[in-house]
């Protein structure tokens, strides 16, 4: 760089940098589905990522149509969310919530294990039909996939933000995330919500696996971008949906960026820790996130 | 609301308004005041999003005195109970204590300033026993750094041997010796609340705040612990502002009582002209209460 | 957080110290007589090493209450400033070296404990993840750390003390042995104090121990400086006792769940816990292997090995939360007192 600034290559890492965020966003979206009515930080969501994209991809590698591959891993999402919130949530209701993340520790453990041990553990190619050739607007160049994967993100958000809204099951959602104790007082069945909720956590843990597997391939490394996300996470309040879309977007902007203009002097990767210290930095400021609620001591 | 509440509180005590206040007054102002009123609270106000809880209320507690707080549910007792603690700040107003005075009561020094406190939900350390529980409430005379602890001799020792003393002998004033060796979060509801009694009361403080000590008992329970309440005044001389429900148990309790209704005190004396009070009558005796209390008021 | 009783209630009746004194009666003259090499190298070393993690890891969260994900970090702290020290300041004592990395480690832990100041809960578990990946990035990326190893992998000098080479097998055993020992008794002169107590007053309430005058924001620095020192020593153990040649990615975050597992398992807020879960996550994976093969026969390979490993161990962390929240520790004095009651 002699003297001017590169601002067309500037923009293009930082939209480069804002789409992945966007892939972050995805995972994080699925935390917050649970946070917001059960109070589980749920570290087993990078596991349930892998599943569904392991499972997913290899149905496909059996021979099956795409639709019917797709249908089979939905169920299976679902079943899995069933499951843990009868074989796990429910015997530990009424734990503190540090007792139940770490029930989540295990759940990953267990996820990631089985979901290798019936599939292996070899790499999978996943191709959904998308061609990654570079658009360029006005001089920047964009990836297709990081569009499409945008666009999903968007549909899925404008989805859950509907249902939420609309649907009586989204209204029994919403009381249950204000209120556990109101929301039992007035009949609403906790076990079956949280059912629903980590079923529909299944669902978008599928989404984000289709999207990073194949970017990615479908292997192990999958689970751990339950790592990428818990800095959106911390960044954007743990219960907050928006909070979630604009801390992916800092965070994958950040890191880009970072990785481009600053990595040299740190002699390189230092993605692996940049998103916390941005995170942390961010939380010594403003405790409660960007959207979190601050609520007020009860004593 | 300012007439009677000016009369019945303002009795004794006046309130040194044009006295310099330090911004942010964390090491609060000696005053010199009546030396008989160890806590006041003046014209206190405080909202929580946006829902008044407490609007322009004064509070004069003198020494050795037990004042009761009362009012129906959400009346704004345990704000200004928080208020006083330091856990809460208030929008408006000030509070002083032994003749400091602060804007926002420093919750880390209250030890220090000689006060102490229970909660309305029970806050007991419940992984400890109830020896170790109460030897906790003595941690602010606890100078010994934790090299030195885990040493233990010297300075170490004799705080603990002392912190364990001090913590014996409440617990046998307070009759817990039998359990005291038990893990506090095991214990029955109403022990627990003794137990935090006790802790309150190990580091022989000048003022306790007590939030709702008899909350959630039987009349026998209740019965008890008013009695304790008593023997502490009685036996330390230490002032208790007290929060309750049941009117019963405070009419028989306390030296002076002050009504709040919808975060307002429209009431503050002797407990006989609080009772005869129409106010009182009005938001208070007539509405929220039946049965069981009455019977136990009169 | 569970509701653990400090356990030396009454640190001076008989049972307990002659319990102890049997365990070390047995620890120091019984297992060197008697144990292989095997048994020593794959064993028991290595479970001195993690017994003494978890521990350190068990003050910060089993008693004060604070999650941390970071423990491998602090353990690889450790490992690689008692190799700076002992290669760059040849000739200083080993007891030196082990006090200057459970130091190192102590600060970069303070540092990282910082946040604990503002945040609580899940927020501060998630920043115990940064030290995380801090520290194994500058470990892997800045080569002076290794001497020049463009992979970060060092190997450590043999050990002595005052003359006394510990080089053997049972020397390094008998080192690590006393190491532990020695801060297991510290650790539990100090969990009896009032600075034990003030841990777990913050933990069980942090409102209250603030308004009895529980200096809230020293005492958790201070877990996390003690935690930390104690993880770095154990770190230097992992890597001077028994590995002998290590990596940075050999403390990664599979490495602090580990540690964390084991005070799951084992007892939170329990000094014996930490020993009883490091014995299991020791154990259990032979255990495992030898079933599969006897069971499976050819079909168990080292991929399913691993695999199953992974969901047994998620597996007990879920059926001891739901069953045994005390862990190891709750079950074995249940099973004490039935079959010696009045002990």
């Known amino acids: 760089m002699d003297g001017g600034f590169d601002w067309s290559f500037f923009v293009e890492v930082l939209t480069g940098g804002l789409l992945s965020g966007v892939m972050y966003s995805l995972v994080a979206i699925g935390f917050v589905l649970i946070y917001k009515t059960s109070g589980v930080l749920n570290f087993a969501q990078g596991s349930m990522v892998l599943f569904a994209a392991l499972t997913f991809v290899s149905l496909l590698e059996k021979g099956m149509p795409f639709a019917v591959a797709l249908a089979l891993t939905l169920i299976a999402m679902i079943l899995l969310g069933l499951a843990i919130e009868r074989a796990v949530l429910r015997p530990l209701v009424n734990k503190a919530p540090i007792t139940l993340f770490m029930a989540t520790l295990g759940l990953a453990y267990v996820i990631e294990g089985s979901a290798q041990l019936i599939w292996g553990t070899q790499v999978h190619g996943l191709d959904l039909g998308i061609e990654d050739v570079p658009l360029e607007f006005s001089g920047v160049l964009v990836s297709t996939f990081d569009l499409f994967a945008a666009g999903v993100a968007a549909v899925m958000v404008i989805a859950l933000t509907l249902f939420f809204r609309y649907t009586r099951v989204g209204l029994a959602f919403r009381a249950v995330a204000d209120d556990q104790f109101a929301a039992l007082a007035v009949g609403l069945r906790l076990p079956h919500i949280w059912a629903t909720v980590w079923a529909a956590a299944g669902i978008v843990a599928l989404v984000a696996g289709l999207l990073w597997g194949a970017r990615l391939g479908v292997q192990f490394s999958l689970s751990l971008i339950v790592l990428k996300a818990l800095p959106v996470l911390v960044l954007g309040g743990f219960d907050s949906i928006a909070g979630a879309i604009v801390g992916g977007l800092i965070i994958g902007a950040t890191e880009k960026l970072g990785e481009v203009y600053i990595g040299d002097y740190f002699g390189g990767g230092i993605e692996s820790w940049l998103a916390y210290a941005v995170a942390l930095v961010f939380l010594l400021i403003k405790p409660s996130g960007l959207f979190g609620q601050k609520l007020v001591e009860r004593v | ?132 529980n109460v030897v906790t409430g003595r941690v602010s005379a606890a100078r010994a750094t934790f090299v030195e602890n885990i040493i233990g001799l010297g300075r170490a020792r004799r705080e603990e041997e002392s912190a364990r003393a001090a913590a014996l002998e409440i617990i046998g004033f307070l009759d817990l010796a039998e359990v005291k060796d038990r893990v506090a979060g095991t214990l029955p509801y109403g022990i627990q609340k003794r137990v935090e009694l006790a802790r309150a009361l190990v580091s022989k403080p000048r003022l306790v705040l007590l939030d709702e000590p008899m909350a959630g008992m039987t009349a026998t329970e209740k019965q008890e612990m008013a009695q304790f309440v008593k023997a502490t005044r009685d036996s330390f001389g230490t002032t208790i502002i007290l929060i309750e429900h049941d009117i019963g148990v405070v009419m028989g309790l306390s030296d002076r009582v002050a009504v709040l209704d919808y975060g307002r005190k429209i009431a503050d004396g002797s407990p006989e002209e609080v009772q005869k009070d129409q106010a009182v009558i009005d938001a208070y005796l007539g509405v929220a209460h039946d049965g069981e209390s009455q019977q136990e008021a009169a | 957080m569970t509701a653990v009783t400090i356990e030396s209630r009454k640190p001076f009746s008989l049972p307990g110290w002659a319990a102890t004194a049997a365990v070390l009666g047995v620890a120091y003259v019984g297992v060197p007589l008697l144990a292989s090499n095997y048994v020593l190298e794959a064993l028991l070393i290595p479970f001195l090493a993690l017994s003494l993690a978890a521990l350190g890891l068990n003050v910060l969260t089993g008693y004060a209450g604070m999650v941390s994900l970071g423990s491998a970090a602090f353990m690889a702290v450790g490992a690689y400033t008692a190799y700076n020290v002992a290669l760059r300041l040849p000739g200083t004592p080993l007891p030196l070296v082990l006090a200057v990395a459970g130091f190192a480690a102590a600060a970069i832990g303070l540092l990282f404990g910082l946040p604990s100041l503002r945040l609580r809960g899940f927020y501060l578990a998630v920043s115990t993840l940064a030290a995380q990946f801090f520290v194994q990035w500058a470990l892997t990326k800045f080569d002076w750390f290794s001497n020049g190893n463009s992979s970060g992998v060092i190997d450590t000098p043999p050990l002595s003390v005052f003359g006394i080479g510990f080089d053997g097998t049972i020397g390094r055993y008998l080192f690590a042995l006393t190491v532990v020992t020695v801060i297991t008794f510290l650790v539990h002169r100090l969990v009896i104090s009032q600075t034990g107590r003030n841990f777990i007053a913050i933990r069980d309430n942090e409102t209250a121990a603030r308004v009895i005058g529980v200096p809230v924001l020293r005492t958790k620095l201070l877990a996390f400086g003690i935690s930390s020192f104690i993880i770095g020593v154990a770190g230097v153990l992992w890597a001077f006792a028994y590995l002998r040649t290590v990596e940075p990615a050999g403390f990664n975050l599979d490495r602090s769940f580990q540690i964390l597992f084991i005070i799951i398992i084992g007892g939170l807020a329990s000094i014996r816990g930490a020993f009883f879960g490091a014995a299991l996550i020791v154990v259990f994976p032979l255990v495992l292997s030898r079933l599969g093969s006897f069971l499976l026969g050819g079909l168990f390979d080292s991929g399913v090995l691993d695999m199953s490993q992974r969901i047994v161990l998620g597996a007990l962390i879920i059926i001891f939360l739901i069953a045994e929240p005390d862990g190891l520790v709750a079950l074995w004095d249940r099973f004490r007192r039935r079959v010696f009651p009045g002990t």
């Open chain 2, 1 to 132: 609301m300012g007439v009677e509440r000016g009369a019945v509180a303002f009795e004794h005590w006046a309130y040194p308004h044009d006295l310099p206040l330090e911004a942010e007054a964390d090491e609060g102002v000696s005053l010199p005041v009546d030396h008989e009123a160890i806590v006041a609270a003046h014209a206190i106000s405080i909202s929580f999003g946006g829902v008044k809880a407490l609007s322009d209320v004064d509070l004069t507690v003198r020494a050795g005195q037990i004042h009761a707080i009362i009012g129906p549910n959400g009346a704004g007792k345990s704000s200004l109970l928080n208020v006083i603690g330091g856990l809460y700040q208030a929008d408006h107003g000030t509070v002083s204590i032994s003749g400091r005075r602060f804007r926002k009561v420093p919750t880390q020094r209250l030890a220090r300033l000689g006060v102490a406190r229970t909660f309305q939900n029970l806050a007991l350390f419940k992984g400890l026993s109830v020896l170790d």
